[in-house]
């Protein structure tokens, strides 16, 4: 039995995993899930087996709340290093400004897209997208869900299950011909986050990002600033390059009719092309 490694933790991989990487139809891989599912260390274990077989594997890390990729509050586009099982990277990032897609469908399906297009120009032939643990009718999973399977046309869909909780997002979708739908049972060895712990893991995040960080002072003239109702001291801001990607993230320290100064990690004092605002706050000293 071969494991699977998930940002430290290691659980035997279960044989019903083993033969659906054997039996996937061709094109991108959907990876939909509630909280708590091992949606990650299964999407993780599955573009590494992928890659050991040959294939140049895209892991698009949609899950802005959890990520394995990234940061908290963006989503991003893993690729191999080189050829080889274990060496992903975030190689690019797609600023949404929140923990939750909740408020952010649309920027969440725009950057869905413009990572799927800019992982095929890459040149990865295979796709597996990681998704969040969003999944009820009332908070907008339902419809996401939906709306991610219409913009990617995933050749496989793989549903990891607890009870009946994704019975709203897989009933359709198990008679839709276009779709080959895998359903899971949640491995015996995943454990519950509590939200102290989902807390604590995003500051942990943020503190890497910002260990080494110095203050850019970027003015305002000639800047495309968007959401700039959001941006206010203490609160994630991303700094966007000319194709829409995550240059940097940042955290707001002061705004003025002349400037915007952010706090960004060493090293990324370039000055962007657009400043998005976010909702969430960072305090690197919780």
């Known amino acids: 039995m071969s ?13 019903a995993w083993e033969r659906l990487a054997r039996e996937l139809a061709p094109g991108p891989v959907l990876v939909v899930g509630a909280r708590d599912t091992g949606k990650s260390t299964f999407a993780i274990w599955l573009a590494n087996t992928l890659t050991t077989r040959g294939e140049r594997v895209g892991l698009l890390d949609a899950d802005m709340g959890q990520p394995s990729y990234g940061i908290p509050g963006a989503m991003s586009l893993a690729l191999p290093a080189s050829g080889h099982a274990g060496s992903l990277h975030a190689s690019t990032s797609w600023f949404v400004g929140d923990t939750s897609p909740a408020r952010h469908m649309l920027p969440v399906l725009a950057g869905v897209q413009c990572l799927r297009d800019h992982a095929m ?56 011909s276009r779709f080959h739908l895998v359903e899971l049972d949640v491995a015996e060895q995943v454990r519950p986050r509590s939200p102290e712990q989902r807390a604590m893991r995003r500051r942990d995040q ?11 002072v970027v003015p305002r003239q000639g800047l495309a600033i968007y959401e700039i109702e959001r941006l206010r001291p203490g609160r994630l801001a991303g700094l966007v390059d000319a194709c829409g990607f995550l240059q940097s993230p940042g955290i707001v320290q002061r705004v003025s009719d002349e400037m915007i100064a952010l706090l960004v990690p060493a090293g990324s004092m370039l000055p962007p092309m657009a400043i998005w605002g976010g909702d969430v706050e960072v305090d690197l000293c919780a």
């Open 3 to 15: 494991r699977s490694h998930d940002m430290g933790a290691s659980i035997p991989v279960p044989a």
């Open 121 to 176: 120009e890459r040149g990865a032939t295979r796709l597996v997208i990681d998704t969040t643990g969003l999944v009820s009718r009332q908070g907008g999973g339902e419809a996401l869900k939906r709306w991610k399977a219409e913009l990617l046309r995933p050749g496989s869909i793989v549903a990891l299950r607890k009870a009946e909780e994704l019975e709203g997002v897989l009933g359709p979708w198990r008679t839709d």
């Open 206 to 216: 943020w503190r890497r990002v910002f260990t080494e960080c110095a203050e850019l």
